[in-house]
């Protein structure tokens, strides 16, 4: 293992200080005009968001919802590549200089969620297509879904990614409940109790957040949470509304202990909805989480005049502690879960659970090391160094293949509903011979949760075992025993969804064509094959979103070229 | 003086909100989360100083001011409130015609 990572190992050793530099010249340039391509997927998702929801016809709906998320896909394409080509990209709404304004950044981790999203999202559009849910409210709701998390990914602001995450939930509120029946209200309901209530936790937070540190702006937060001494913060309340912060990210993400919502609200969903909420929207709660630990309290050290245990330590080091306890509990509960789940939607929404512990986990042990490392996590050649890099782009990577394969299996999931009537799993079987493209999509998408080489999710897993092997020694042996504990529970749930299904007896009649939908369904799990074999592209993206979680220098260079000095009075 | 009575009153609507969230009867759960919304709301002015000034400079003295972030903040943030609090009570209405309940135990799984 150690032998095929070597490339890729060095690649993260080496590459910040190119970066840096290219990003230097990318925020010169932006002083002169601004990038409108940063803000551009955002107005596209926005601009036909409420085009479609003032359409009059379904036609028309459907034909701005294509028109959308296709000039959308493009966006997301240009942004990625002008990104990886030349640095990070800051848009000043409305040219505010970014503490006082909003700024909307795009750096190499949120265009490869951008990325994401995008496919995501075309893929949806396309099972909606094939076979649409019957509720002229679909297209603008997932639009307007589709624009909240690209603000909540671009925004620079906390407060800001408050309102985003408001937009994208409002969105997936009205797709849960959208069947209008007794299940979907009731999931619906829930998951918006529940959100509500992290919304307001998060409001605590960012208020909390400005008035330690006087400033909402992401990255002159993370300016001023490096010396905090200087701007007259106080450390041990940063760490606490953190937290909070963290919590109502685990809430979006599905995380165990706050995990409540998830299986209801995916099994109501109609299978596009739920394949954007399982692809997508968890997917925000991980940028979320990656965004906050690394690149904003990356920095932090926490005071020594509080005393306890944490006192001058980094604060990641709790941070990560918090998320491996997460991430530890998430894996084993969803995999046991999984195992139980009778339907094959409700397979699916635990394992998601599992499977995003799975993501969490390199995120906990990155943090843990950079916390340890005597040095600064940048250090070339530092090994604790290295762990946090390698932490993060297992992170991104394992988010990319689940996202895509749990959004196909749950397109497959609906195409299964209307092909044999029933996604119980007592009730199916046999379905192998019936149709080799059903078979397949399900193959390509389940084996990735396994991470069976040739597929993407091989390399995510094989990332996330390296981060367990080489993390901090106390943590080492524990991680890399629920890690593997996971990967067992995986096959397991895998190879009974798939004995169950389309093994053994057969079950109920089917024609002899599965509905169109099971070809988006393998459209989309060819992509896993795709990006598996060749993973050059996706491993560099991983590669460039870990460099620019963890160089916080660069993130507040792009933002704000010639910062304000902390004030000769410390009173923030 | 101000912040004690504003730290007892946040702490009154954070408690009832919570005493409320955890009732039966679903509509009592909406008015809570709503009612812990607006305890955020009302902590989140408090950030930004209870001073007592107006949140703008009027341009005659250069006295005190509050800062007016914090009330652009909250102002979003009623709206958003009102909205998902609306949202909310909608689909309370749809359970009660879907299941023909609105006590949390009855609607179960």
């Known amino acids: 293992m150690a032998a095929l990572l070597g490339p890729i190992g060095s690649g993260i050793a080496a590459a910040p200080l190119a970066a840096a530099g290219e990003g230097a010249d990318a925020a010169a340039v932006a002083g002169g005009t601004q990038p409108l391509g940063v803000a551009l997927p955002l107005l596209l998702a926005l601009g036909t968001a409420i085009a479609a929801f003032l359409a009059p016809t379904d036609r028309l709906r459907r034909a701005v919802a294509l028109v959308g998320s296709l000039g959308y896909l493009a966006a997301v394409a240009w942004l990625v590549r002008a990104v990886l080509s030349g640095g990070p990209l800051a848009y000043r709404v409305s040219a505010w200089r970014p503490p006082l304004g909003i700024v909307l950044v795009a750096d190499a981790l949120a265009v490869a969620f951008l990325a994401l999203i995008a496919v995501v999202a075309i893929a949806a559009l396309a099972a909606a297509l094939c076979d649409p849910p019957d509720a002229p409210t679909y297209h603008p709701l997932s639009l307007f879904l589709l624009a909240g998390a690209t603000g909540a990914v671009l925004t620079g602001d906390l407060f800001n990614l408050f309102v985003w995450f408001e937009v994208l939930l409002i969105a997936s509120y009205g797709l849960v409940g959208l069947p209008n029946d007794a299940a979907a209200t009731r999931a619906a309901l829930r998951y918006a109790v529940l959100n509500l209530i992290g919304g307001a936790v998060m409001l605590v937070a960012v208020g909390g957040f400005y008035a330690t540190a006087g400033t909402l702006t992401m990255a002159d937060l993370a300016r001023r949470l490096a010396a905090p001494a200087a701007w007259g913060i106080d450390t041990a309340p940063v760490l606490g509304l953190a937290g909070l912060l963290i919590a109502v990210f685990a809430l979006k993400a599905g995380l165990v202990p706050f995990h409540f919502w998830a299986p209801a609200a995916y099994r109501a969903a109609p299978a596009p909805a739920a394949a954007l909420l399982a692809g997508a929207a968890k997917a925000v709660g991980v940028y979320a989480i990656l965004r906050l630990t690394f690149t904003v309290l990356g920095p932090l050290r926490l005071s020594t005049a509080a005393g306890g245990p944490l006192a001058g330590g980094r604060a990641v080091g709790a941070i990560g502690i918090a998320l491996l306890v997460l991430a530890v509990a998430s894996i084993l509960l969803g995999g046991v879960a999984a195992l139980g789940a009778d339907d094959f939607a409700g397979l699916l929404t635990h394992s998601s659970i599992g499977q995003l512990g799975f993501v969490v986990l390199p995120i906990g042990i990155a943090a843990v090391a950079a916390s340890v490392t005597t040095a600064t996590v940048r250090t070339a050649g530092a090994t604790g160094g290295d762990i946090v890099y390698l932490g993060i782009a297992a992170a991104v990577v394992y988010t990319i293949a689940h996202g895509l394969a749990k959004a196909a299996l749950f397109i497959l999931d609906g195409a299964l509903g209307e092909w044999a009537g029933t996604t119980h799993l007592d009730a199916l079987g046999g379905l192998a011979h019936r149709s080799p493209a059903v078979a397949g999509a399900f193959l390509l998408a389940a084996l990735t949760l396994v991470g069976v080489p040739p597929l993407a999710g091989f390399f995510g897993k094989l990332f996330v075992l390296e981060t367990a092997l080489g993390g901090p020694r106390p943590l080492r042996g524990s991680t890399l025993a629920v890690a593997l504990g996971g990967a067992v529970l995986t096959i397991g749930y895998v190879s009974r969804a798939w004995s169950a299904i389309f093994w053994g007896r057969d079950g109920p009649a089917v024609s002899s064509t599965p509905p169109r939908t099971a070809y988006v369904a393998l459209a989309l799990a060819s992509t896993l094959l795709v990006f598996g074999v060749g993973f050059g592209p996706l491993g560099e993206l991983a590669t460039a979103a870990a460099e620019a979680t963890v160089d916080t220098a660069e993130y507040v260079g792009t933002v704000d070229p010639a910062p304000a000095a902390p004030p000769e009075v410390g009173d923030a | ?109």
């Open chain 2, 1 to 109: 003086m101000t912040q004690y009575a504003f730290a007892v009153a946040i702490g009154l609507l954070f408690a009832a909100g919570t005493f409320l969230v955890l009732r039966r009867d679903v509509v009592r759960v909406v008015w809570g989360v709503a009612i812990i919304g607006q305890a955020a709301n009302l902590y989140l002015v408090t950030m930004g100083g209870l001073s007592g000034a107006a949140p703008i400079l009027d341009g005659t003295a250069r006295g005190e001011y509050t800062d007016p972030l914090v009330q652009a903040l909250v102002l979003t943030a009623i709206v958003i409130g009102l909205g998902t609090t609306a949202l909310a009570l909608v689909l309370t209405f749809r359970l009660a015609g879907t299941n023909d309940t609105i006590d949390t135990y009855e609607v179960g799984e």
